[in-house]
């Protein structure tokens, strides 16, 4: 609740109001005021002071002065008339409220005058600077067209002149009638005189095997010698070396050597299909049990991300591989990637479950007794 002020002094001539009220040593930034044409109030927490005025000011003339824990208030009345009081005599709360109202909303309306008057002026002063640019420009282009035109006019005088300069210069000299006769005269008396003969054009000699038919017959001989006879047809014989595993025949192990070659025949496939960026790696660097040995050294070494390259490139050799999948995340596991670690452990799972399927009984007995010694 605000402490209202009632400690405050004025004095007042015809024409204006002096109002001086104190601060209290409340900082002057904290000091809000508000000036309408019946209405005066200050805000300076915690402290208020409102007062509704005798008769109408002209507020936007009307002065505040803030300064030495005091302001002093310069207000100007519209009509030159004493006051009996500074504020309005049997003012209810009624009253008051209106009063308030009114003076925000003359505010209010006054603000927006002003931001819309200030708003076209400023929309003024940018169509003024759009204009004057626009003048300026055109003034430019203006000249650079007549230093152009000027430039073209003079380079096709100096065009004209120089060929008129060409043409002066090929025209033979003109001998006049009279000096031509005269000259006539004194040939004809010394007997010098020839008529002239101008020199006979030799058709030239035609040389034999020099036609177009003789050009044509050549080009065809000598396109018929560049072309090189067909080749022979012939067939190469190419024979494969079996793979033989060195297994007893005791511990014959056909059905997994079987899928064992079915999977490097995939992961060949793989690598000369899907990975064509990989044609550069060395051979052994194409084998999943290589890469996954690799990934476990990185691994021991903590180095967790170049194990998890080493992984990726060897399930895209061999996706059915669950140790890879669990190694991949055991290395996502080291590095908080926990959905990532989850979503290879049940691929790994999912993959051992469906090899459980497939094999025969005796075939898992028989890897149980040379693994477990069962």
Sequence with gaps: MPVRVSEFSWQQTPAAVFLSLPLRG???????????????????????????????????????????????????KKEPVMWETLSMPDIDKEMMQRI??????????????????????????????????????????????????????KATRELEAWKECQRQAEEPKRIPR??????????????????????????????PGRGRNWENIFSEKLKEDS????????????????????????????????????????????????????????????????LKEKGNKLFATENYLAAVDAYNLAIRLNSKIPLLYLNRAACHLKLKNLHKAIEDSSKACKIMKLHLRSTQPTQLYRTMRRRFGI
């Design 227 to 290: 072309i090189p006879a067909p080749r022979s047809a012939g067939s190469i014989q190419i024979s494969f070396t079996p793979r033989v595993f060195p297994t007893a025949l005791r511990e014959s192990q056909v059905a997994e050597e079987e899928e064992w070659l079915h999977k490097q025949a995939e992961a060949r496939r793989a690598m000369s299909t899907d990975l064509p960026e990989f044609c550069d790696l060395k051979e052994e660097e194409k084998n999943p049990d290589w």
């Design 100 to 153: 308030r109202e009114k003076s925000i909303l003359q505010a209010q309306e006054k603000a927006k005058e002003a931001t819309e008057a200030k708003s076209a002026a400023k929309r003024e002063d940018q169509r003024y600077t759009l204009g004057v640019m626009m003048k300026i420009e055109e003034e430019e282009r203006k000249k650079i067209e007549d230093m152009k035109e000027n430039e073209r006019k």
């Design 178 to 207: 009279k000096e031509k006769c005269q000259r006539g005269k004194q040939a004809e008396e010394k007997g010098a005189i020839k008529p002239p003969s101008l020199p006979r054009k030799v058709p030239p000699t035609r040389l």
């Design 26 to 76: 409340v900082c002057v930034r904290d000091a809000d005021v508000f000036c309408g044409e019946s209405y005066l109030k200050v805000n300076f927490s915690p402290f208020l002071f409102e007062v509704f005025l005798y008769a109408p000011i002209d507020d936007g003339n009307s002065k505040a002065k803030i300064g030495n824990d005091m302001i002093l208030f310069t207000l100007y």
